[in-house]
């Protein structure tokens, strides 16, 4: 049998792994949980048992193991709890507890944390080589919305000829509401200031196809924000070669990476990527709503000290602000250089680089779970998670195939709208359904075999094996269950 190593390099070749002729069977499933390189991570996480996932109260469960672990196929909505998280979270409010107000400045000797001043420095460094940036370029704060406003109200700066966003068709609905809301913000007409990339008959959206229409809308246009993967189809769009030839056009580039920040390979600060959000409560397994991140290209995070006779420097940056010239941004205490904020000045001078666009000071709590959450990731790299995760999404997709050559073409009981190559894709597989009661019975079914995974009315379930947690003995249950349904 091919190993998961040899599984990996075909797909990254853009070829097609070799399955054994018993691949559809739980022994071969468990053979290639043997040689899984990260199989010991799943021990990080608290896997939700089937007694503890139907549970209704806080009340001890006077058997938490019983029936054995469910099935959660749902980390592309929110991730299982690092064991790690509960340990930073308890170490946060001891420090809390004990030396109060003097844990902004003071780490205890055998906390996993620093002082909550330099906390988030420390989360930005743990999430930079999951981006490819430098610490600097990346910050931890508020939440993916927010940070999208203020990433916006920064970079989104309309003219009368510049005024365009180029967005696509079906944005997570808390983007188009961003996108909708800061072009009404700006006096201007959605439907003449927002350009919606369609997809084909197939769902998918072409990079030619995007090209093609920042071609045709470059003269007008302001800003370009896709997302990295699209949360409906799993697609992901080729960021590099799309962010080069928009900011040929003399286009900002911002990328939504709520679902591909943990999931693939990123290497924002090389594409040139101007500015990035996401958030960390998927992939990254921090917690419902937890503290999100953002990315901001080196470029755009300068700070320089004006001449004190009058004359400022010669730079691109704004040149408005009193003392200092930077990138327009809307400005909180947060955002001032660490080394004069106590000094209570009037005036702003802003950390260099991304931490610089903070505004509040951030939720100590929430930091803690986040590195809690990303110290499983200093136990691993995302270049060996992927290539588990490239096999495990092609193994899933070898038993969904299976289900419908033996369900004939007749009548197809479904179709996989996610590409089929595994370039354009991470762990998600998003299956849409024929029309009619199939989900209703799927759902019964999934939660009669304590099945956890998203569901997208009327008719996709998103498939998503994540390579931190989940097996292929994991994808073999749960693609069973499928077909129990879907065959019936």
């Known amino acids: 049998m091919a190993t998961i190593a040899e599984m990996a390099k075909a797909l990254r070749a853009g070829g097609k792994p070799t399955f054994a002729g018993n691949a559809n069977t739980r022994a071969y499933a468990a053979e290639l949980d043997q040689q899984d390189p990260v199989r010991h991570l799943r021990d990080e996480f608290i896997v939700p048992t089937k007694a503890m996932i139907n549970r209704s109260s806080l009340a001890p469960l006077s058997d938490s193991k019983s029936g054995g672990e469910a099935l959660y196929f749902c980390g592309n909505s929110l991730g299982l709890q690092p064991k790690s998280v509960g340990e930073y ?13 003097k844990g902004h400045f003071k780490a205890l000797d055998d906390s996993p944390l620093t002082a909550w001043q330099d906390m988030v420095a420390a989360c930005a460094k743990q999430m930079a080589r999951l981006v490819g940036a430098s610490p600097a370029e990346v910050v931890a704060m508020n939440t993916l919305t927010v940070n999208l406003h203020l990433m916006m109200a920064s970079f989104y700066r309309p003219t009368a000829t510049r005024h365009k966003i180029i967005a696509e068709w079906k944005p997570f609905p808390s983007d188009s509401y961003a996108l909708e809301s800061q072009i009404q913000w700006h006096g201007l007409d959605v439907a003449t200031s927002l350009v919606e990339l369609q997809p084909d008959e197939n769902l998918y959206i072409s990079t030619e196809s995007v090209l093609s229409i920042i071609d045709a809308h470059a003269e007008e246009t302001a800003l370009l924000l896709l997302p990295g993967i699209q949360y409906y189809t799993g697609q992901l769009f080729d960021i590099p070669r799309i962010t080069a030839h928009a900011r040929s056009k003399g286009i900002v580039v911002g990328w939504d990476l709520a679902h591909a920040v943990g999931n693939v390979e990123l290497q924002l600060h090389d594409w040139d990527v101007d500015f990035a959000v996401w958030c960390t409560y998927k992939y990254l397994n921090a917690g419902p709503g937890s503290i999100a991140g953002a ?109 419908l050559k033996d369900a004939g073409s007749d009548s197809p009981p479904f179709r996989i709208i996610t590409p089929a190559n595994p370039a354009e894709r991470g762990a998600q597989l998003s299956v849409l359904l024929r029309d009619g009661d199939i989900l209703a019975k799927l759902t019964t079914a999934m939660g009669k075999a304590d099945i956890v995974m998203d569901q997208r009315k009327p008719n996709v379930i998103r498939i998503a094996p994540v390579p931190l947690y989940n097996t292929f003995s994991d994808v073999y249950e749960v693609v069973a269950v499928l077909r129990s349904v879907l065959l019936e």
């Not at 979270?89 to 107000?101: F, K």
């Not at 691109?316 to 941004?329: E, M, N, V």
Request: no cysteine; proline share 3%; glycine share 10%.
């Open 89 to 101: 979270v308890q170490a946060q409010l001891a420090t809390w507890s004990s030396i109060g107000v």
């Open 295 to 403: 990315f901001v290209h080196q470029r755009h995070g300068q700070v320089v000290a004006r001449a004190t006779n009058g004359d400022s420097h010669t730079t691109d940056l704004d040149t408005r602000h009193a003392g200092f010239s930077y990138q327009p941004r809307l400005s909180g205490w947060y955002g001032g250089d660490l080394g004069v904020r106590f000094h209570m000045a009037k005036t702003f001078q802003p950390t260099p680089g991304a931490q610089g666009f903070q505004l509040s000071n951030p939720s100590a709590i929430d930091l803690a779970s986040l590195s809690g959450a990303l110290s499983v990731y200093d136990k691993t790299d995302m270049t060996t998670l992927r290539n588990k995760s490239l096999a495990l999404t092609a193994y899933a997709e070898k038993l969904l195939n299976d289900i």
